[in-house]
């Protein structure tokens, strides 16, 4: 089974600290995401990249940026931290055959994060 | 743009049924998805189902595809208290590599004793 690990399942930052959420994927997946999700406003997608190097802002990208150095491995970072970036958030690794028949988003556990 | 609509809550008992659905917007959606997330964790992939079938049962689970009125459903048979959750439904636009997936606000399923 795909595993998408993201490194921690809480963290409480400060506000203006610049903070790392780290997520790993181990089935050599092209496409990754990044989605906060927060009460009544759903998931919604934040960055996502399609090759190393490569990225693409989602509909929220401001305050957020990523890094693709190795295929396995997405990083959402935020510059500054604020009390509205409070969340929790969910990376994610889309399945898919040679073919490009599309099988889903494979999530990993979420990080909570606590501003303060 | 894309839309994906679903109540919001819904309550049924122990060993009932439980049917969960779904509007959408996008009539060339290729792929539709039902996730379950339980409290604290992230999405899980239920099941999919492509735009050419009008079903699909895996188990308890049964998805159900009226492309015309762009609906769908996710029947769970023999509801049990571990299927309490929220149940997300997604679609996936063709033409595209998964960046513009489209979830519905999900909906939480209280299993009564």
């Known amino acids: 089974d795909v595993k998408v690990t993201q490194s921690s399942r809480y963290l409480v930052k400060r506000t203006g600290e610049k903070v790392f959420l780290e997520c790993v994927q181990d089935m050599d997946h092209e496409n990754m995401f990044w989605y906060r999700q927060d009460p009544g406003l759903g998931l919604r997608l934040i960055y996502f990249s399609y090759d190393v190097k490569m990225k693409e802002k989602g509909d929220i990208p401001e305050g957020y940026s990523v890094s693709r150095e190795k295929k396995e491995r997405f990083s959402l970072i935020l510059e500054s931290a604020s009390t509205n970036q409070t969340s929790m958030y969910l990376c994610a690794s889309l399945t898919s055959d040679r073919g490009n028949t599309n099988y889903g988003y494979t999530f990993g556990s979420g990080t909570r994060l606590t501003v303060v | 743009g894309e839309d994906v609509e679903q109540s919001l809550f819904l309550s049924v008992r122990e060993g009932d049924s439980s049917v969960i659905n779904c509007t959408y917007t996008d009539s060339s959606s290729t792929y539709l998805y039902w996730y379950k997330q339980e409290p604290g964790a992230g999405l899980q992939l239920l099941t999919y189902?492509?735009?050419?079938?009008d079903m699909k049962q895996d188990q308890r689970l049964t998805v159900l595809l009226n492309k015309k009125d762009k609906h769908l459903s996710l029947r769970i048979a023999d509801t049990q208290t571990g299927d309490s959750a929220i149940y997300f439904c997604?679609?996936?636009?063709?033409?595209?590599?998964?960046?513009?997936?489209?979830f519905g606000p999900g909906t939480r399923l209280s299993v009564l004793p």
């Open positions: 189902i492509f735009s050419n079938m």
């Open positions: 997604a679609e996936s636009p063709s033409d595209n590599y998964g960046q513009n997936f489209v």
